[in-house]
């Protein structure tokens, strides 16, 4: 299983940017892509999620509203388009999967992939 996140970098607050997870190795059926993310001295957690079959989401309340998950079937990846980003924004982002239902916690995901750094600058 490979889950590889792309897309991270220096961003000024107010601005977007679009993370991706290529992913591969394993069957997306009933498949669930979340992304996760850890700020310095912080625990990693949880920001959105993507049923692969159906396109559901979820979001944390953090987010919600400004960031916008998707997925592209025919390259298997998931997109996490972020905007009005904020200094809080700021954080490592790890995108990880799982089967089965739609879960939060980051133990709760099997596999996952290296991060993505995001710094917002004011």
């Known amino acids: 299983v490979q889950l590889q996140a792309s897309g991270g970098g220096l961003v000024q607050a107010g601005g977007s940017l679009r993370l991706s997870c290529r992913a591969s190795g394993f069957s997306f059926d009933n498949a669930i892509i979340g992304w996760f993310r850890q700020a310095p001295g912080k625990e990693r957690e949880f920001v959105a999620f993507i049923m692969w079959n159906d396109g559901d989401t979820g979001y944390a309340d953090s987010v919600k509203d400004r960031f916008v998950i998707s997925r592209d079937i025919g390259e298997s990846t998931v997109h996490l388009r972020m905007g009005s980003l904020s200094l809080e924004d700021t954080a490592v982002y790890f995108c990880?999967?799982?089967?089965?239902?739609?879960?939060?916690?980051?133990?709760?995901?099997?596999?996952w992939g290296r991060g993505t750094e995001v710094t917002v600058s004011s």
């Open positions: 990880a999967a799982r089967g089965g239902w739609p879960k939060l916690e980051r133990d709760e995901y099997n596999f």
